[in-house]
């Protein structure tokens, strides 16, 4: 290791401040985070960490996986189920310091990067909630901090542990692709191109290939169920405008609007790179993907992974910038720039930490920028609303009876509530949900979930509504403001392989 790399190493008794941080934003989800109840996705989850397969429809297998341990480690406790995404993000902030030292920055920029990184709003909410974007935000900033490691120890076996992570990035979420276009274009366009020529750069290639090579068999084997689920749901976003405003979302949406200045510094930092050219390959990651992403109608927070690099490279470039300054005027900027930061985490955690009680002022502020939390409501109550409607039937009815759920939320909720009140597994035509079936006999009888009386006119099959959920909190949801109704479908049509189609339903 040349001296260079040495200095620039992360060490753990040089950082413990950014330590100390992280340790503390781990503390504030586990604290927070048995607020409200399971979100309708994090229920999918769970259902599928049950049910482990090497692909699903609507993700890669790594965060089901993920899910299967905390289930062995936790139970069915909710914060217990969040810990790993918690951990995730805690891990990142500490990267976000890494990255700064390997850009040459002191020990004040690297802790300003992890502040910056920790009071990120994308960042605050993915700890919140146990979901696939929470992992796939480490795998960014982790495959960030390792291209610099590479560029400053002039080692090229680190191109062995940066094929892992893009591996298991694929494992997690493919988007982590654009980042790797980025990655090569850097390499393309930079000193790094007489990697070209190392066996190392070719054998972490062949590394990430490996370990997503599971994937890709179960998605060949399934039609490549993946890509239509993408289409499908990339078409409804489009459709109900979530992908409007992409790049007014970069500057408030990913990272905060306080920290804007610092982040862009750092991209003009590593666009100019006047240390080593090869930290230009930083610009390259971020600009590739933010351009692909726009020019596919991505949503927004689809960039969000990319912000604690140039956050880092933002510090770093800040510290420089000040340092020749007279000292009165430094300390002038220096407070200008921890007002930001303390404005940022003021709004980062109103708004992206489950601390509000339900309906006050705090939760209006944090349902106006997203409905993370109100997708966490009522699921429980719902369960037991199902489950008054199933004891109601005759009992010799309830043994050839199913749950028919519309959508994941409701699926994963029978599914993790029901045992307890007695009911039988959901069946859905959703997601992976459909791989599994109706059923062998199919039922007799369906509580149908998840439709309206206006969808439940088309059903061949004589239905009885038992009325609309609404949650006692009365928090306007999916599940609680769409018209929903709870059916009992009799006389169901013998034709079930019709009714549960050729392929899933996506949502």
């Given at each position: 290791?040349?001296?260079?790399?040495?200095?620039?190493?992360?060490?753990?008794?040089?950082?413990?401040?950014?330590?100390?941080?992280?340790?503390?934003?781990?503390?504030?989800?586990?604290?927070?985070?048995?607020?409200?109840?399971?979100?309708?996705?994090?229920?999918?989850?769970?259902?599928?960490?049950?049910?482990?397969?090497?692909?699903?429809?609507?993700?890669?297998?790594?965060?089901?996986?993920?899910?299967?341990?905390?289930?062995?480690?936790?139970?069915?406790?909710?914060?217990?189920?969040?810990?790993?995404?918690?951990?995730?993000?805690?891990?990142?902030?500490?990267?976000?310091?890494?990255?700064?030292?390997?850009?040459?920055?002191?020990?004040?920029?690297?802790?300003?990067?992890?502040?910056?990184?920790?009071?990120?709003?994308?960042?605050?909410?993915?700890?919140?909630?146990?979901?696939?974007?929470?992992?796939?935000?480490?795998?960014?900033?982790?495959?960030?901090?390792?291209?610099?490691?590479?560029?400053?120890?002039?080692?090229?076996?680190?191109?062995?542990?940066?094929?892992?992570?893009?591996?298991?990035?694929?494992?997690?979420?493919?988007?982590?692709?654009?980042?790797?276009?980025?990655?090569?274009?850097?390499?393309?366009?930079?000193?790094?191109?007489?990697?070209?020529?190392?066996?190392?750069?070719?054998?972490?290639?062949?590394?990430?290939?490996?370990?997503?090579?599971?994937?890709?068999?179960?998605?060949?084997?399934?039609?490549?169920?993946?890509?239509?689920?993408?289409?499908?749901?990339?078409?409804?976003?489009?459709?109900?405008?979530?992908?409007?405003?992409?790049?007014?979302?970069?500057?408030?949406?990913?990272?905060?609007?306080?920290?804007?200045?610092?982040?862009?510094?750092?991209?003009?930092?590593?666009?100019?790179?006047?240390?080593?050219?090869?930290?230009?390959?930083?610009?390259?990651?971020?600009?590739?993907?933010?351009?692909?992403?726009?020019?596919?109608?991505?949503?927004?927070?689809?960039?969000?992974?990319?912000?604690?690099?140039?956050?880092?490279?933002?510090?770093?470039?800040?510290?420089?910038?000040?340092?020749?300054?007279?000292?009165?005027?430094?300390?002038?900027?220096?407070?200008?720039?921890?007002?930001?930061?303390?404005?940022?985490?003021?709004?980062?955690?109103?708004?992206?930490?489950?601390?509000?009680?339900?309906?006050?002022?705090?939760?209006?502020?944090?349902?106006?920028?997203?409905?993370?939390?109100?997708?966490?409501?009522?699921?429980?109550?719902?369960?037991?609303?199902?489950?008054?409607?199933?004891?109601?039937?005759?009992?010799?009815?309830?043994?050839?009876?199913?749950?028919?759920?519309?959508?994941?939320?409701?699926?994963?909720?029978?599914?993790?509530?029901?045992?307890?009140?007695?009911?039988?597994?959901?069946?859905?035509?959703?997601?992976?949900?459909?791989?599994?079936?109706?059923?062998?006999?199919?039922?007799?009888?369906?509580?149908?979930?998840?439709?309206?009386?206006?969808?439940?006119?088309?059903?061949?099959?004589?239905?009885?509504?038992?009325?609309?959920?609404?949650?006692?909190?009365?928090?306007?949801?999916?599940?609680?403001?769409?018209?929903?109704?709870?059916?009992?479908?009799?006389?169901?049509?013998?034709k079930w392989q019709e009714i549960w189609g050729t392929e899933p339903r996506f949502g």
């Amino acid at each position: 290791m040349n001296s260079l790399s040495s200095d620039r190493a992360f060490r753990f008794r040089d950082n413990i401040s950014v330590l100390i941080l992280a340790a503390g934003l781990l503390a504030v989800h586990l604290l927070c985070n048995w607020r409200y109840g399971f979100h309708r996705d994090e229920l999918q989850v769970l259902d599928d960490a049950r049910h482990l397969a090497w692909g699903y429809v609507a993700y890669p297998p790594l965060t089901a996986f993920l899910g299967r341990i905390e289930l062995l480690l936790f139970g069915t406790s909710l914060d217990g189920f969040r810990f790993f995404s918690a951990l995730a993000q805690s891990v990142a902030v500490v990267l976000a310091a890494a990255i700064a030292g390997e850009l040459g920055g002191n020990r004040q920029a690297r802790f300003i990067a992890a502040i910056a990184t920790t009071v990120m709003p994308f960042s605050l909410l993915a700890g919140s909630e146990f979901m696939y974007v929470s992992f796939d935000f480490l795998w960014w900033v982790l495959l960030a901090w390792l291209v610099l490691r590479l560029i400053n120890s002039a080692n090229p076996r680190w191109w062995l542990a940066i094929g892992a992570v893009i591996g298991l990035g694929m494992l997690t979420r493919n988007t982590i692709g654009f980042c790797t276009l980025g990655l090569v274009a850097g390499v393309l366009a930079t000193p790094l191109r007489a990697h070209l020529r190392s066996r190392w750069l070719w054998t972490g290639v062949a590394l990430s290939v490996l370990i997503f090579l599971p994937n890709l068999i179960w998605q060949a084997q399934h039609d490549f169920v993946y890509l239509d689920f993408v289409r499908t749901i990339h078409a409804r976003d489009m459709r109900w405008g979530r992908t409007d405003g992409f790049f007014p979302q970069q500057l408030f949406a990913n990272a905060s609007l306080f920290t804007a200045p610092i982040w862009l510094a750092g991209l003009w930092f590593v666009l100019r790179a006047k240390d080593d050219a090869r930290y230009r390959i930083l610009a390259w990651m971020y600009l590739v993907p933010l351009i692909l992403f726009a020019l596919a109608q991505g949503r927004g927070y689809y960039m969000a992974p990319a912000y604690p690099m140039l956050l880092a490279a933002g510090a770093v470039a800040c510290e420089r910038w000040l340092t020749p300054m007279q000292a009165a005027r430094q300390r002038l900027a220096h407070g200008f720039q921890w007002l930001l930061l303390v404005f940022a985490g003021i709004t980062g955690a109103a708004i992206a930490l489950p601390i509000a009680p339900v309906n006050s002022l705090g939760w209006r502020i944090s349902r106006a920028a997203h409905d993370n939390f109100a997708e966490q409501i009522g699921w429980q109550q719902f369960v037991r609303r199902v489950a008054e409607v199933y004891r109601s039937l005759p009992e010799n009815e309830r043994a050839r009876t199913a749950i028919l759920a519309n959508n994941y939320g409701e699926a994963g909720a029978i599914d993790f509530y029901g045992p307890a009140l007695g009911l039988p597994p959901a069946i859905s035509r959703t997601n992976s949900y459909w791989y599994r079936g109706y059923g062998n006999p199919p039922p007799l009888t369906v509580i149908e979930l998840g439709n309206s009386a206006q969808d439940e006119q088309r059903s061949a099959a004589k239905c009885t509504s038992f009325g609309r959920f609404h949650n006692s909190q009365r928090v306007d949801n999916e599940e609680s403001a769409s018209g929903y109704e709870i059916f009992v479908c009799r006389d169901i049509p013998p034709k079930w392989q019709e009714i549960w189609g050729t392929e899933p339903r996506f949502g």
